[in-house]
């Protein structure tokens, strides 16, 4: 029960996030699923206990890869899904819990959120950026360029 839940609230949450950005009408479900695969993965890493850096990370590659495949299977570009799909894994609530730590005068609780926050977010973009050069490299080994 507790995954379905969690599969339905990151549909909602990637596919309205690209209702409001304008993401075209025919890509709203696409988002919405790259945001829930990408979801699923993070809850079931860090519900068994890899944590969230390394979910983050193993759920960031997932939606970027995923992006891929519907940027070229629907003709879009990739960042339409992608965006769209990070948005469950952004860590909002903790960068909010940062500052108000900062501004309640507790410097050391605020600086370990911050930090997690920040391997969070890396974890992020390395996710994405490491799908696309792996993507690049087998497009690389199988369609070879001629010489």
Not at 68 to 94: E, N
Not at 120 to 136: C, D, Q, R, Y
Request: glycine share 8%; hydrophobic share 50%.
């Amino acid at each position: 029960m507790v995954y379905l839940e969690q599969l339905i609230t990151s549909f909602i949450a990637s596919a309205a996030f690209g209702v409001m950005f304008n993401a075209p009408k025919e890509s709203l479900v696409k988002c919405g699923l790259s945001g829930m695969f990408g979801w699923i993965v993070y809850f079931v890493l860090t519900y068994h206990g890899f944590g969230p850096v390394i979910g983050t990370l193993a759920a960031s590659f997932l939606i970027a890869f995923i992006s891929q495949i519907f940027a070229k299977q629907y003709k879009m570009p990739m960042i339409i899904f992608s965006v769209a799909g990070v948005i469950p894994l952004v860590p909002g609530g903790l960068a909010y819990d940062t500052m108000r730590n900062f501004v309640e005068n507790d410097y050391n609780s605020g600086l370990a959120l911050a930090v997690k926050a920040l391997m969070i977010s890396g974890s992020i973009a390395v996710g994405l950026i490491f799908s696309e050069v792996l993507n690049h490299v087998i497009k690389r080994n199988i369609h070879p360029q001629k010489q």
